[in-house]
């Protein structure tokens, strides 16, 4: 099975975090539109697609490598647009409703 690509809502688990930045007041301080989503957050969405298709296999062995170029929201609405790369690897990019 390929990944598939997918949209979902934007969580911050962690709004109380010690790093201020994930909460809203500080993150407006730096002029960020809201909290930000931790990175390991939005690397958990992007390789949600080599779960979904590959199972444990993928947990077990797989690798990934992220970058992250801009803030995601919390709440905010992303798609995660997924090309396949062979028969074991993808190219994914997460972008906001906006495309950002």
Excluded: C
Excluded at 17 to 29: F, K, L, P, T, Y
Excluded at 85 to 96: I, K, Q
């Amino acid at each position: 099975m390929q990944p598939k690509s997918y949209t979902h809502r934007a969580f911050n688990e962690v709004p109380d975090s010690e790093n201020r930045i994930h909460g809203d007041e500080v993150a407006a301080q730096f002029g960020f539109e809201g909290a930000l989503v931790p990175g390991v957050i939005v690397s958990a969405y992007l390789a949600h697609p080599a779960v979904v298709a590959w199972g444990l296999d993928y947990v077990a062995r797989g690798a990934a490598r992220v970058v992250v170029e801009k803030p995601v929201y919390d709440d905010h609405t992303f798609t995660v647009s997924v090309e396949a790369d062979g028969a074991h690897a993808y190219d994914a990019v997460l972008a906001d409703a906006a495309g950002t």
